[in-house]
């Protein structure tokens, strides 16, 4: 369900204004308005903070983060923290800023410089290995070079798939040099070829200007390099990697040390300079007079009184909160916050697939959180693989805590897999017909019918289609419950003449294959002649084209049983592919591979199919959307708002 919310107005003294953000910052309960465009100028004549302040803190914090990402990472001292923390809570916005500028004064230059360099000699290290590379394709002519003065060599690196380009560069070579060159290549590894070129130093800068026009990668060793044997070349880049690595080495040192001093202040200086910066950047939204100080937004009516009392106790009757009386065209632009119980807030990660539900429609997540998984478990169907898919979705969550996402997707798999045990249970099915095969279960025989999925086709696409009817119905009910709501005369005619036509269709149908008698013919055709003025009313004339895409979506619920019964003949096919090999552990690797692959497919397929059930077929039929977030002012502020 979606909080019932509040349209408030926050007035005081305009010297309290920084006080009074700090508290509603740390309250994290508004949805901010922008009180200029809110308030008539008649009523109160307002004008816009401006805070010059806004980009220099913003401006420090990214210095402060820069120093950050320079130093290596420490254990937090959380005692440490809590008294700077305490120290900091004292000072006014400007003194934290003032005492960030010192920290960035003393670190900064050193820290970039100290980063500078390291990046500098990580450069060289990595250039000298790439040397010590090329040494190693060219060693083999060593004999050759004493022999080669006045002549260059040059490495080309290529991959293997353009090895074209060699013949096109020979060629140029040959006219280049009148025909006084070597060439050679060599693999060094599987996707490069290195081409090795012997050629006139007088012919130097035409062949690198040719080489620079095709684009290849050059390599050319240093001077100092050139005219010395290879073991006095690789004895030279060994000496320059030591050094580098040594001066590298020191340089983390000072970099530790830097950090054991300084890590716990400058981790919460970064936490509340971007407190500050936040704050500033929502004075933009507020409005101030010669005395006095206006913030309005909205509100969650179930934690008014509380930000309210928070407010009195810190500044008593000078600073108060006024409640305001909405119009309906104000209403009409309240954020939406979700307020659901914590077996429904997983699915509200689906919903950030489409826009958010408009304030006043009825919240679709309880729908897709009791829907969702029964689809799903019909889809599935298999205690096997409900347990496994149990304990990769527990797994995910274990290891995975920080990304929310992901959690979220693991809380839905982990209500996910009750239905599929349940199903797969009355399926009689355990890693497909295995468990049948060694008698350990058996389908369960329910109204005359055993719901074998490979033998009760007919029974699950019959069933497959009723659960389409009634979520369908759903949907219309509760499409007709927001027009209603919305005051939307046309919508709730189309709505309900829908739900009739349906109902008189399928009553057609009932009686043509002698499930209902045929009296039920008059009261079916009055249900008719009834929804289809009230159809052409709510739709006109495409109203009655949407009848037939109501059926089809209806029928499109038969997915339910043929993506079931893929999973099924999959969970089959392993089994007996498994037995089939006269080799035991064989046959148990196969088995557990395609019984593997079933599981992902499992986890995937149904899960897309039985969101589209929702967002296409379902939800089609009421809901609107174009909502506006719940957005409070705050640092983590959606954590403050729990269902009640």
């Not at 809590?82 to 003194?95: A, M």
């Not at 429609?361 to 096997?384: K, Y």
């Amino acid at each position: 369900m979606l909080l019932k919310m509040k349209r408030v107005q926050v007035i005081g003294p305009k010297k309290e204004l920084n006080r009074v953000v700090d508290l509603l910052y740390n309250e994290g309960s508004v949805h901010l308005e922008n009180v200029v465009e809110s308030v008539s100028p008649d009523e109160i004549p307002l004008t816009r903070v401006k805070l010059e302040k806004a980009g220099e803190t913003a401006d420090i914090l990214g210095k402060i983060n820069g120093i950050f990402s320079t130093l290596p990472r420490v254990n937090d001292d959380l005692a440490l923290q809590g008294k700077i923390r305490e120290s900091l809570h004292q000072k006014s916005h400007d003194q934290i800023i003032e005492r960030a500028k010192e920290v960035i004064k003393e670190l900064e230059s050193t820290t970039r410089d100290l980063a500078s360099r390291k990046s500098e000699l990580t450069l060289t290290v990595t250039t000298l290995n790439r040397y010590a590379n090329v040494l190693n394709i060219i060693q083999p002519v060593e004999r050759e070079l004493p022999m080669l003065e006045g002549f260059e060599v040059t490495i080309l690196l290529i991959q293997k798939d353009y090895r074209e380009v060699l013949d096109i560069i020979k060629k140029e070579l040959e006219t280049i040099t009148n025909n006084q060159f070597e060439m050679t290549s060599t693999t060094v590894d599987a996707d490069t070829l290195a081409a090795i070129m012997v050629f006139n130093k007088k012919y130097s800068e035409q062949i690198h200007g040719f080489i620079y026009s095709v684009n290849v990668n050059e390599v050319r060793l240093p001077r100092e390099y050139m005219g010395r044997p290879f073991y006095e070349m690789f004895a030279m880049i060994e000496e320059s990697k030591i050094k580098a690595q040594e001066e590298i080495k020191q340089i983390e040192e000072r970099l530790s040390k830097l950090s054991e001093t300084w890590y716990q202040e400058l981790f919460v200086l970064r936490d509340f300079l971007e407190n500050i910066n936040d704050e500033l950047i929502a004075f933009s939204s507020f409005g101030i007079s010669e005395y006095t100080f206006v913030i309005m937004g909205w509100i969650p009516q179930k934690v008014l009184k509380h930000t309210r009392n928070a407010v009195k106790t810190e500044f008593g009757d000078r600073v108060v909160i006024n409640e305001m009386k909405a119009t309906w065209m104000e209403m009409e632009k309240a954020p939406t916050c979700y307020n659901n119980p914590r077996w429904v807030k997983p699915f509200e990660f689906i919903m950030q697939l489409i826009s958010p539900p408009h304030y006043r429609e009825i919240d679709p997540c309880p729908v897709l959180a009791i829907f969702f998984p029964f689809f799903f478990g019909i889809m599935v169907g298999d205690i096997g693989y409900g347990l496994v898919i149990l304990a990769i979705a527990l797994l995910i969550k274990y290891r995975m805590k920080a990304m929310a996402w992901a959690c979220s997707m693991a809380d839905i798999l982990i209500i996910s897999s009750i239905p599929t045990i349940i199903f797969g249970f009355i399926f009689g099915e355990f890693f497909g017909d295995f468990g049948e095969t060694m008698g350990w279960l058996h389908p369960l025989t329910l109204f005359g019918i055993t719901w074998s999925r490979i033998d009760a086709m007919i029974p699950m696409l019959v069933f497959a289609i009723a659960i389409g009817v009634v979520h369908i119905f759903l949907g219309l009910i509760m499409g007709i419950a927001n027009a209603y709501t919305l005051k939307s005369k046309k919508h709730l005619s189309e709505k309900t003449g829908m739900l009739l036509m349906l109902i008189g269709l399928i009553t057609l149908i009932l009686m043509l294959v002698q499930v209902v008698p045929p009296e039920a013919i008059y009261p079916t055709v009055i249900l008719i002649i009834i929804a289809l003025p009230l159809i052409l009313y709510g739709a006109g004339v495409f109203g009655t084209i949407e009848i037939m895409s109501t059926v089809g979506n209806i029928l499109s619920y038969a997915r339910l049983m043929a993506i079931g019964m893929a999973s099924v003949i999959l969970a089959m096919v392993a089994n007996r592919l498994g037995g089939a090999f006269s080799i035991v552990i064989i046959g148990i690797i196969v088995a557990i591979l395609l019984h593997a692959l079933n599981i992902v497919l499992a986890m995937f397929s149904p899960s897309i199919h039985s969101v589209r059930l929702h967002l296409v077929e379902c939800f089609s039929k009421f809901y609107g959307g174009g909502g506006k977030e719940y957005r409070p002012f705050g640092k983590a502020a959606e954590e403050k708002i729990t269902p009640a």
